[in-house]
């Protein structure tokens, strides 16, 4: 079993060096100038000081399309006078053996409640993990210090439940039963992922962040290029475009960065769920080179709109690569060959939807492949 767990190691990492040496420099002529300014290796969560944010309003000044601000992303953290699930459910309740969980609307503040029916801690919610639309979990302060709720809430059955990660067992005391204490480090992760602007100088600021993943969080704080578009140095326009990066660099370094890359689940515990993690199942799609942009996240989703739902939208993304009959002439952009069953839904059957169960969800399995009626996960 050893042996076998190191030949896998070991195939990996071949894997990842194989992608790393033959990945292309995507920037070339005007773009090199840019390798000059403080943004040009910027990545997600990184913490950048001496530069400002100056916020999307200023952004969608002139970039008009502002349909960024109403995606999944630009609500990934959300404050209690925007969290659309309790105003659509101002009360939802759940039970762990003795322990009694309320989560209320109350005016505007949202109230996180456990009680064992002789003493109660109640603390109002500070933020809230995600839009609503697969889960959501909260963050309250405790006697100084942050905590993750024991409970979430879950869209596919409308209610609290477990959040994910968190112990199942009955709690040793009303303390115990709020939650988790969320240490420094993840709270800098968790807020560098879900906001921007979360992190200065290697620290949190909460009273500073702008809720969700809006323009500055993908392309860098944008002072410096106000300030570069107003003097008309357009050869040094002082923002990050992830365009440039090649398809290896945009999903596991880039969008990987949250999305959980290749690299980052070696380092988790063996036996994790790896389904929802995107970026790392995409690598894993067997004869998908890693480095083909057509393979890359944006292809097939655009970070300024609305992620598309319907399996017939990604079509042409397969075709891109694969024919669509046996007696198509190949080209040398279109070799792959054509599916023998269909050329339409594709993703139904390659990238199928598949139950997670703490999530109350089918998530959309991103490792391309053959999966037979009889498969599991």
């Not at 300014?37 to 001496?50: C, E, T, Y």
């Not at 009273?207 to 993943?213: A, C, E, K, Q, S």
């Not at 190949?330 to 060959?337: F, I, Y």
Request: hydrophobic content about 35%; charged content about 20%.
């Amino acid at each position: 079993m050893k042996s076998i767990k190191l030949i896998l190691i070991i195939s990996t990492l071949a894997l990842l060096a194989f992608a790393f040496c033959f990945k292309p420099d995507p920037l070339s002529g005007q773009e090199r100038v840019q390798k000059s300014d403080l943004l040009a290796n910027w990545r997600p969560m990184q913490d950048v000081s001496g530069i400002s944010y100056v916020g999307s309003d200023k952004c969608i000044q002139c970039h008009e399309n502002a349909a960024q601000l109403s995606t999944s992303m630009a609500h990934a953290l959300l404050t209690p006078t925007h969290n659309k699930v309790l105003n659509e459910q101002p009360l939802l309740t759940f039970r762990n053996g003795d322990y009694f969980y309320e989560l209320k609307r109350q005016g505007e503040v949202d109230l996180y409640t456990v009680t064992d029916g002789k003493n109660t801690i109640s603390e109002p919610v500070m933020f809230s993990f995600g839009e609503g639309r697969i889960s959501q979990a909260y963050i309250f302060r405790h006697n100084g210090l942050l905590y993750e709720s024991r409970i979430s809430f879950y869209r596919g059955i409308k209610g609290l439940d477990f959040t994910v990660a968190q112990t199942h067992e009955i709690p040793t005391s009303l303390e115990n039963a709020l939650g988790r204490e969320v240490s420094a480090k993840e709270q800098q992760n968790c807020f560098g992922c879900h906001a921007t602007a979360a992190v200065s100088n290697g620290k949190l600021q909460l009273d500073r962040l702008t809720p969700g993943v809006n323009c500055e969080a993908c392309h860098g704080p944008g002072e410096k290029h106000i300030t570069a578009v107003k003097a008309k140095e357009f050869k040094n326009l002082q923002i990050f475009n992830p365009g440039n990066l090649s398809s290896f660099e945009l999903t596991q370094e880039f969008c990987g960065s949250c999305h959980v890359s290749f690299d980052k689940v070696l380092s988790m515990p063996e036996g994790t769920d790896t389904l929802r993690f995107q970026p790392y199942r995409l690598f894993n799609s067997k004869g998908h080179s890693p480095n083909d942009s057509r393979l890359s996240c944006v292809a097939c989703h655009d970070p300024h709109e609305k992620v598309e739902h319907e399996p017939a939208y990604f079509d042409s993304k397969c075709t891109a690569c694969h024919l669509t009959s046996p007696k198509e002439a190949k080209t040398s952009l279109r070799m792959a060959p054509a599916c023998p069953v269909s050329t339409q839904k594709c993703v139904t059957c390659h990238m199928p939807k598949t139950d997670v169960p703490d999530m109350h969800f089918k998530f959309t399995d991103h490792q391309i492949q053959i999966v037979k009626s009889t498969s599991s996960h």
